[in-house]
């Protein structure tokens, strides 16, 4: 079992890889104590291969580690170029086999029917929205946070089934704050980092500031700009003294 005091438990591992046999590999020898499948990333979503990965989301739930199935469109920095249709009736099929999270773009016209139907089959909901082509503001964030709300119906909230992630582009070292003062400042239910080349900070430290977990490539390499690995993070956690 994962043992959720761990350091490792605070890194979510980022899972790509372009076949599902691939992806079983690099998941199931993964350390952190959370794994994010970037479904997006494989070449295909028959279903063979649909059957691969719920046969995978029970292995790794069976490891005692937590799942998170992403299906990142390609509109927000992923690999997904179907219709929101088909989107909805794949991760609905992923939802099956209960992972802890199904991530759902807020961007998807069906995201309010779709998160609801997620949680009534008792899987947990990351309404995520994602922003690289510019900085955001904290009240830019607190307005995203707002809509997931109305969306799922409820506030975000870890004990509540929904997590909000919001990441947008980072520029300059000062466009880090608005995420973590907007992280700091929530319930505990808000992901906020911006990405960049050069910007790793809000990313590394927004466990800190009270979200649940951040994120790190474990496989396939980064999966957003300047995306560090999962040593990277460990490893400036322990330059500052945090573990």
């Known amino acids: 079992m994962a043992d959720r005091a761990s350091p490792l438990s605070k890194v979510c591992g980022v899972i790509a890889a372009p076949t ?3 992806m ?6 993964a350390a952190t104590g959370i794994i994010e499948l970037r479904v997006d990333a494989l070449n295909g979503l028959g279903t063979g291969v649909i059957e691969a990965l719920t046969s995978l989301i029970k292995e790794i739930k069976s490891m005692g580690k937590r799942v998170i199935v992403t299906l990142r469109d390609a509109s927000e920095g992923g690999g997904f ?3 929101p249709e088909e989107k909805a009736r794949t991760l609905l099929r992923l939802a099956r086999p209960r992972p802890d999270y199904i991530d759902v773009e807020m961007s998807n016209p069906l995201a309010g029917e779709l998160t609801k139907k997620i949680l009534a089959q008792g899987t947990s909901v990351i309404l995520s929205s994602h922003h690289l082509d510019r900085p955001l503001r904290v ?11 109305r969306l799922a119906g409820h ?5 509540v089934g929904l997590l909000v992630k919001v990441v947008y582009a980072c520029r ?8 973590m003062v907007a992280t700091a400042e929530s319930s505990g239910g808000l992901i906020s ?7 790793v900070v809000s990313r590394a430290l927004a466990p800190f500031l009270g979200a649940p977990f951040t994120y790190a490539h474990a496989h396939g390499g980064p999966q957003a700009p300047g995306q560090p690995s999962v040593a990277e993070v460990l490893g400036l956690w322990r330059v ?3 573990i």
Do not use: M, W
């Not at 506030?155 to 004990?159: K, L, R, S």
């Not at 070292?173 to 608005?178: G, S």
């Not at 980092?193 to 910007?199: E, K």
């Open 139 to 149: 009240g830019d964030i607190v307005s995203l946070v707002a809509r997931a709300s």
């Open 155 to 159: 506030a975000p909230g870890p004990d």
């Open 24 to 29: 079983r590999e690099a998941a199931t020898s």
């Open 240 to 242: 500052l003294g945090l």
């Open 20 to 22: 599902a046999e691939e």
């Open 81 to 83: 170029v179907g219709s």
């Open 193 to 199: 980092f911006a990405t960049g080349r050069n910007c």
């Open 172 to 179: 300059t070292p000062r466009d880090e704050l608005p995420a």
